[in-house]
């Protein structure tokens, strides 16, 4: 099985160094792992260098954001299934190889598991709205166990804690004019598409805490709520697809960004405090 990652970076001098190494040394496997040069300023493209003979990397003039970066790696992906990393974060030691025994296993689409928060002077925090048991989903019941959850909640929303077969993706790209929501936009399309999911338990993903993300700090609550409606829109042209057009489902969809923005704007009052 060849698995591509892709990794988009931009000025990622503190950070890309550890988060090749922990690309480069899974196992279980061949590897096509693509990095994406954002444009970077700083000393990027020298550390990458370093990993010439075992990733594959574009570089681009002028920085475009990170959806722009990734729509550049989508293109170039040669794996049976690919995933995206970015370049703060790293994978913990054996994903790859726990995530090609449950492929083999399963034969599923998607395998979406659990990430865990990292913050810089070391704490380490289990994230919340996360799946908590193995399952395996078939089509037939994803209008019970996996749309619901585009509708109401945040469990789907990353699209780094998941693999995915690589025709799901390809042809795809994500919208550049979103600052927060992209990844969940991108996916409803994906998910749609899939014929098994297999849930998985396992923390396979370190999702690194800056601050400075654009889901933290960097997005303002209007740009959230914003981006949160261009998704409801998106979502409500689904509903048909799902069998779940109902009047109801329709106001729980456009209620999610309501719902969404006052979380951020409790999650801010509560930081200043």
């Not at 040669?78 to 370049?87: E, N, R």
């Not at 190889?97 to 704490?123: N, Q, W």
Request: hydrophobic share 35%; with cysteine.
């Amino acid at each position: 099985m060849k698995i591509s990652i892709i990794i988009p970076v931009y000025n990622g001098e503190k950070f890309i160094e550890r988060c090749l190494d922990s690309a480069v040394s899974q196992k279980g496997a061949e590897l096509d792992i693509i990095v994406i040069n954002d444009g970077s300023t700083d000393g990027t493209a020298k550390i990458i260098e370093k990993y010439k003979d075992c990733i594959r990397v574009k570089t681009c003039d002028t920085n475009s954001g990170v959806s722009a970066a990734r729509n550049k790696g989508i293109p170039m992906i040669q794996g049976d299934y690919v995933m995206f990393l970015d370049a703060d974060d790293y994978l913990p030691e054996g994903a790859i190889d726990v995530l090609t025994s449950v492929i083999e296993k399963t034969e599923a689409d998607i395998v979406k598991f659990r990430l865990r928060l990292v913050y810089p002077d070391g704490r380490i925090r289990r994230r919340h709205n996360q799946f908590d048991a193995y399952d395996v989903v078939e089509k037939k019941d994803f209008k019970k166990k996996i749309y619901p959850y585009f509708i109401e909640g945040i469990r789907l929303n990353n699209l780094c804690s998941g693999i995915y077969r690589s025709t799901l993706i390809k042809g795809r790209e994500f919208r550049e004019d979103m600052k927060v929501a992209e990844d969940v936009l991108f996916s409803l399309e994906v998910y749609t598409k899939a014929q098994k999911i297999t849930i998985l338990p396992d923390i396979l993903y370190n999702y690194y805490q800056s601050g400075q993300g654009l889901t933290g700090k960097g997005a303002s609550i209007l740009q959230k709520y914003k981006c949160n409606y261009i998704f409801a829109a998106e979502t409500a042209k689904y509903l048909k697809r799902w069998d779940m057009d109902t009047v109801m489902t329709r106001i729980r969809v456009y209620l999610r960004p309501l719902f969404l923005t006052f979380d951020k704007i409790k999650r801010v009052v509560v930081s200043e405090k």
